[in-house]
């Protein structure tokens, strides 16, 4: 059966001292990467339970010899690719750029996000079918997740990736850019201390809906739109 969606989990290698930087004074540098290794594997999980897509891998950081995303990638039978250059609104725009080549729809994940649920990320692709665009809000004011019927660069251009007006300014551009999307159900991204206290199931199974997810997760509906 061929593909009729792309779904493409960001991810960087769990480098000790270079991933989840903020979490290292309460777990330490070990403990930080460990706790982002298990947030991919769930990502990754969840990723390939969505049926008639295929899934990619994008790493960055990942040694030329191979590293754990090459590990996983093999374990899960997935496309290794590796992430570009520039900052990470360029690198999205390039991965999304290339999905959409060869895809009708595609969806980008991070891997941060201990609240990915195969239903969640299968009602981002049904989104699709009816809306320009679709996002995944985090409780942060970030996204957790962003999809495309094809590509738009300039909704990763002027973004101040890292804070809480992530989200309000990709609002701002699609309707700028004339664009309908939906949004689904908020979900929490770790990368602080405290969101570890909001997430006490991070090395269980997945929930539907999580501890840090509130709401069920509903058919998507565009909460968001731009003017008829």
């Keep these: 059966m061929t593909p009729d969606g792309r779904l ?4 960087r290698e769990p480098i000790p001292g270079l991933v989840k930087t903020r979490l290292i004074p309460a777990l330490g ?3 930080a990467a460990r706790l ?4 991919l594997e769930r990502a990754l999980n969840a990723a390939i339970g969505v049926p008639g897509v295929a899934v990619e891998l994008w790493c960055f950081g990942a040694p030329p010899g191979g ?4 590990e996983l990638a093999r374990r899960h039978g997935l496309e290794l690719r590796h992430q570009g250059a520039g900052d990470l609104g360029q690198r999205m725009a390039q991965a999304l750029g290339e999905a959409l080549a060869g895809s009708e729809r ?3 994940i991070g891997s941060d996000c ?3 649920h195969a239903s969640y990320l299968s009602a981002a692709f049904a989104a699709l079918g009816g809306q320009d665009a679709v996002l995944g809000p985090a409780a942060d004011g970030g996204y957790v ?3 495309l019927r094809r590509p738009a660069p300039d909704l990763f251009v002027g ?4 804070t809480d007006a992530v989200l309000a300014g990709t609002r701002t551009v699609l309707a700028r850019l004339g664009w309908t999307w939906a949004e689904l159900p908020c979900l929490q991204d770790i990368d602080r201390p405290e969101d570890l206290a909001a997430c006490p199931d991070l090395f269980g199974p997945p929930q539907e809906p999580t501890p840090c997810s509130p709401g069920s997760i509903a058919s998507p509906s565009p909460s968001w739109s731009s003017p008829p």
Excluded at 8 to 11: E, K, S, T
Aim: proline share 7%; net charge positive; glycine share 18%.
């Design 8 to 11: 493409l989990v960001f991810a």
């Design 29 to 31: 540098a070990a403990g």
């Design 36 to 39: 982002y290794r298990a947030l």
């Design 67 to 70: 590293g754990v995303c090459a």
């Design 106 to 108: 595609a969806v980008l």
């Design 114 to 116: 201990p609240g990915y």
């Design 145 to 147: 997740l962003i999809g």
């Design 159 to 162: 973004i101040p990736w890292g």
